[in-house]
């Protein structure tokens, strides 16, 4: 299947500090989708980015796709407390779905 | 709109016996998936549905697991006989359809544990 790789795999930051998350392919992608996983709950959907150097912002969320269609990455700017949880990407293939192996961001109070 | 629906939310078994978990997808969504999520992993596709007929399963143990989407619409999941290793979430999971671009929906997720 599909390999989608994200670093890193922890991530423990300060509340006030940025996090940024790589989710990285070995091969060119048609569109790429994020996803947070509350501690004991469901991916849920972030936002999906399609084209070429792609940059997308949710408030203090800033999504971008590679040039190369091959990685992307997610930053969070002065994270929350309301931030913690693993962040995952994930990717199509043909008509499937795979997971990247996410991100588990702490926030420190 | 209701969500994806999802029973039992809990089960414990011992290993060797069997379990069935059942998914309803959200209304009009023509593709189910089935994911496998392991503690401290990301979610494993198991299977993929497109209407009834499967897309994928290449990642379904199917000596153990079995799933099927007889109608089209609702799902069941099942898993006989138990492993160990078994013990995880089951999320299921839908989408309109299943081509590139569109959002998939989750699940509360069925929690199996095996003893």
């Known amino acids: 299947g599909q390999q989608v790789m994200q670093i890193p795999q922890y991530q423990h930051v300060q509340e006030g500090e940025d996090f940024t998350t790589y989710c990285n392919s070995s091969?060119?992608?048609?569109?790429i989708q994020w996803y947070k996983q509350r501690p004991g709950g469901h991916p849920v959907f972030l936002i999906q980015l399609v084209k070429s150097g792609e940059v997308k912002k949710q408030k203090r969320l800033t999504f971008q796709f590679g040039e190369a269609k091959k990685n992307s990455s997610l930053h969070i700017t002065a994270t929350q407390t309301t931030d913690v949880g693993t962040y995952f990407c994930a990717v199509n293939t043909g008509n499937q779905f795979y997971f990247g192996t996410g991100t588990s961001l702490t926030v420190i109070p | 709109e209701a969500g994806v629906a999802q029973s039992p939310r809990y089960k414990i078994i011992e290993k060797r016996q069997s379990v069935a978990f059942w998914c309803n997808p959200i209304s009009g969504h023509a593709t189910l998936y089935w994911y496998q999520q392991i503690l401290g992993q990301g979610p494993k596709l198991l299977i993929q549905?497109?209407?009834?007929?499967?897309?994928?399963d290449s990642q379904l143990p199917k000596d153990r697991f079995s799933a099927e989407r007889l109608k089209g619409v609702d799902s069941t999941l099942k898993i006989q006989p138990a492993k160990l290793e078994d013990s995880a979430v089951y999320l299921c999971?839908?989408?309109?359809?299943?081509?590139?671009?569109?959002?998939?929906?989750f699940g509360e997720g069925s929690w199996l544990t095996v003893v």
């Open positions: 999971a839908s989408s309109l359809y299943g081509s590139p671009g569109n959002t998939i929906y």
């Open positions: 091969t060119t992608l048609s569109n």
């Open positions: 549905f497109q209407n009834n007929g499967v897309v994928d």
